[in-house]
């Protein structure tokens, strides 16, 4: 296979009982197929075509990782088109802008982007290292990015063992890092609607960060915290709402108890939250259960998550969780069955625009396919 490719999909209808809702499997070949990621528009504004990473293109032997590259898939038709032929694209911190109808990507160190009409690509910036999951500005002049100071240029010993949240033209007129700060910076991402504004998190394990949600300007300006996370509380996985007006994130509560001689964290409560962008109306909806990833649909009234409030892998399932006051109740949609390794393999559900689907990708048959099921 090479870029310009176009090939009809496998695309077929689930029949067992692990469907709730009519699903579609849109992906089922002898490849790893995936989304892009939890919180990254994968979808075209009008919800017609899904934008995907698939190691179909790779030329290895099944079950050995190939080459990830880019597609598209027209959703009437459920054609594909190869948007990239490459090595070495992180796939996973890819963004698409719909007003220049291009996905930035990182190809080894390279930023780049590709136009999925003309299938034009470029290269915006490459200074000799890669940096995290990445983000574009809504007008499409921006790409963010977290990175660790040793690896980009101009930063002296002072900044040894930071991270700056860097900020790149995508004219190639230039970048600059907004802010520097002593923790790793990763699911960075602007707002939907508002070009100056991103949010980032502080990565780390689950339960060793104080304080997970923060928020800049696109100069480092106005930067900070954003929602008071408190002890004993852990939350992430955080995504602007399709308005930009809020962020939503999930997590639980615990409490520290011993056993077999030392102190372990358990958990005792579980939520889904929204905070406004400016860090005001900090909300928690309580949950009977873990939810694991959960996004919004753009109606801004109901959440979905990938683990369904199961304890048990088994039982695990896309839900939608429907707020009641303040609290939420899941409603099982796809019992999904994933491995949950790789990541590649999370399911990490989004609503696919118009809020009629939600897409999600789970390894239950072997590979990772990528399954659209209804709302």
């Not at 075509?49 to 080459?67: D, F």
């Not at 700056?164 to 939907?192: C, E, N, R, Y």
């Not at 990938?306 to 839900?319: L, Y």
Request: net charge negative.
């Amino acid at each position: 296979m090479a870029k310009g490719d176009s090939f009809a999909c496998e695309a077929k209808e689930v029949t067992d009982d692990r469907a709730l809702r009519p699903t579609v499997q849109l992906t089922d070949n002898d490849a790893h197929n995936r989304h892009i990621y939890l919180y990254t528009p994968c979808f075209t504004d009008d919800g017609g075509t899904l934008i995907y990473l698939s190691e179909r293109a790779g030329g290895r032997p099944l079950r050995r990782k190939g080459a990830q590259n880019i597609f598209s898939m027209d959703l009437s038709n459920f054609r594909s088109t190869q948007l990239t032929d490459a090595r070495g694209i992180f796939g996973g911190g890819s963004w698409y802008i719909e007003k220049t109808r291009r996905i930035y990507y990182w190809e080894k160190t390279a930023l780049r982007s590709v136009q999925i009409d003309t299938l034009e690509e470029e290269t915006i910036y490459d200074e000799g290292y890669q940096g995290s999951y990445l983000s574009a500005s809504c007008d499409g002049r921006f790409v963010a990015f977290g990175a660790r100071c040793e690896e980009v240029p101009r930063f002296d010993e002072d900044f040894a063992g930071h991270f700056a949240l860097m900020v790149i033209a995508t004219d190639g007129s230039g970048s600059h890092p907004a802010l520097t700060v002593p923790f790793p910076i990763s699911h960075v991402q602007f707002s939907p609607v508002d070009p100056t504004l991103i949010i980032f998190c502080w990565e780390g394990p689950w339960r060793s960060v104080p304080q997970r949600i923060w928020k800049s300007n696109i100069d480092g300006v106005e930067a900070g915290p954003l929602g008071p996370q408190n002890p004993n509380e852990c939350r992430g996985h955080e995504f602007f709402t399709g308005s930009g007006s809020r962020v939503g994130y999930h997590g639980s509560h615990f409490h520290l108890c011993g056993g077999d001689g030392k102190y372990m964290a358990e958990e005792t409560s579980w939520f889904v939250g929204l905070v406004n962008a400016d860090g005001a109306r900090d909300e928690q909806f309580e949950c009977p259960g873990p939810t694991g990833h959960c996004q919004m649909n753009f109606a801004e009234d109901l959440f979905v998550c990938d683990e369904g409030c199961a304890h048990e892998r088994p039982r695990q399932c896309i839900a939608l969780m429907r707020i009641h006051g303040q609290r939420c109740v899941p409603e099982p949609l796809f019992y999904h069955g994933s491995s949950w390794k790789p990541q590649g393999a999370h399911p990490h559900p989004q609503f696919r625009p118009g809020d009629a689907h939600v897409i999600f990708t789970t390894d239950y048959t072997g590979l990772s396919n990528i399954y659209m099921t209804t709302v």
